[in-house]
Nanobody, 119 residues
């Protein structure tokens, strides 16, 4: 089991910045991938950024060069630095951890944190 607690959401004007944090606890040694997803009203949840246990990263095209995902292994925390925010970035942001055991994947989710970007 993995527990995830997010923080750092809020209201910001377009062009501003926010940093989201996701603190993991529990069976963290088994986490292979940490990701940030978001879900806007009336839309499906989508992957924003991911980082593997090896430090490889992947981003949604629309956030490349604006968002940066990073991890602090000593604090068991993953961050999402969001710069040059746009109104279309408004969504609930969820932290996800994926545990891979053999051929099985297990996904754990945080409670979500609201990000609202005003124009």
């Amino acid at each position: 089991q993995v527990q995830l607690v997010e923080s750092g959401g809020g209201l910001v004007q377009a062009g501003g910045s926010l940093r989201l944090s996701c603190a993991a606890s529990g069976s963290i040694f088994s986490i292979k991938i940490m990701s940030w997803y978001r879900q806007a009203p009336g839309k499906q949840r989508e992957l924003v950024a991911a980082i593997t246990s090896d430090g490889d990263t992947n981003y949604k095209d629309s956030v490349k060069n604006r968002f940066t995902i990073s991890r602090d292994n000593a604090k068991n925390t993953v961050y999402l630095q969001m710069n040059s925010l746009k109104p279309e970035d408004t969504a609930v942001y969820y932290c996800n951890s994926r545990v891979i055991l053999g051929s099985s994947n297990y996904d754990y989710w945080g409670q979500g944190t609201q990000v609202t970007v005003s124009s």
